[in-house]
């Protein structure tokens, strides 16, 4: 174990038993058995320490929920209620939550962002996943249903703390996703948005994007011969991209699917990348 890793691991543990604002950089120190010097090498400050630990376990998060879209069905809800479940666990595993509750607090710019910019991007992930499981039916209540579900969700963890309740933490996630469920059905019969969901990507921004694609398969259709399979995708992934919703996470596995179809002899593959970095790019974003 480097010795970043030793004072990590010796920070997270004091930060349990002792608590965040008990915990002085000293006991750090004295514990991990580093010198200040190395100390402040990789950490200005404990809030650093913090941003660094937070980081870390939402990285390994995102890994895991990632692989088991890798591993099964973009539209399949078990694999979704997993993802959900994925975040939740390794939260439970590597006793996150106190962290960020703490963060909230810190006056420190860099942290401050950072957690401004994840609560985002989660809402965001969320959204965007309900769509993908549910359809495009919900797209207008996409962040309306994220909101209230990790909203919810939050307050009903602090809560169970703080009143020191014995209800386990999966048993309330589930219990959230149950409600989510009946949240759509009742969604699908109601008119009612309170906030119109938006992709990251503003709308001059993804018609640049849809239209630099399809000049590359224009410009591939036209300069290259295709089989009547290749055909059948190309011509699926111009369809998709043209929907007011588009799935990128598809769209990238078809042209994922075109380079297999590819022969050996065929010379457009660096055309083929091209488009495949374009894609793959919306899809992270």
């Known amino acids: 174990m480097s010795k970043k890793e030793k004072i990590i691991e010796v920070a997270k543990q004091l930060f349990r038993t002792k608590g965040y604002h008990d915990t002085a950089i000293q006991d750090i ?17 404990k809030s650093q320490l913090i941003l660094y630990i937070i ?45 960020y509750n703490i963060s909230l607090g810190e006056n420190d710019e860099a942290l401050q962002k950072y957690m401004a910019e994840s609560h985002y991007k989660e809402l965001n992930w969320l959204a965007k996943r309900l769509i993908e499981v549910y359809g495009n039916e919900i797209e207008d209540s996409a962040m309306d249903l994220s909101t209230h579900f990790i909203g919810g969700l939050g307050y009903q963890f602090r809560y169970s703390d703080q009143m020191k309740l014995n209800i386990n933490n999966s048993d309330i996630l589930d219990y959230n996703i149950l409600r989510l469920e009946k949240n759509i059905e009742i969604t699908k019969r109601t008119n009612q ?15 640049i994007v849809i239209s630099k694609i399809q000049k590359l398969l224009n410009k591939a259709i ?21 929907n007011s919703y588009i799935r990128w996470g ?10 297999i179809l590819s022969s050996p002899q065929a010379n457009y593959e660096q055309l083929l990348n091209e488009i495949f970095i374009i894609i793959n790019k919306q899809k992270n974003i």
Request: hydrophobic fraction near 30%.
């Open 193 to 207: 948005i309170l906030f119109p969901y938006k992709s990251p990507n503003s709308i001059e921004d993804q018609e």
């Open 29 to 45: 120190l004295e514990n991990s058995k580093v010198s200040k010097g190395t100390f402040y090498n990789y950490f200005s400050t």
């Open 250 to 259: 598809v769209c990238e596995g078809a042209v994922r699917q075109l380079k």
């Open 222 to 242: 036209r300069d290259y011969e295709f089989s009547k399979a290749e055909m059948e995708i190309i011509d699926f992934i111009d369809n998709e991209i043209q």
């Open 55 to 99: 980081q870390k376990v939402d990285t390994k998060v995102e890994e895991q929920q990632n692989m088991l879209l890798l591993e099964g069905n973009l539209y399949d809800k078990q694999i979704f209620y997993s993802q959900l479940r994925v975040k939740h666990s390794i939260y439970g595993t590597e006793k996150i939550s106190e962290l």
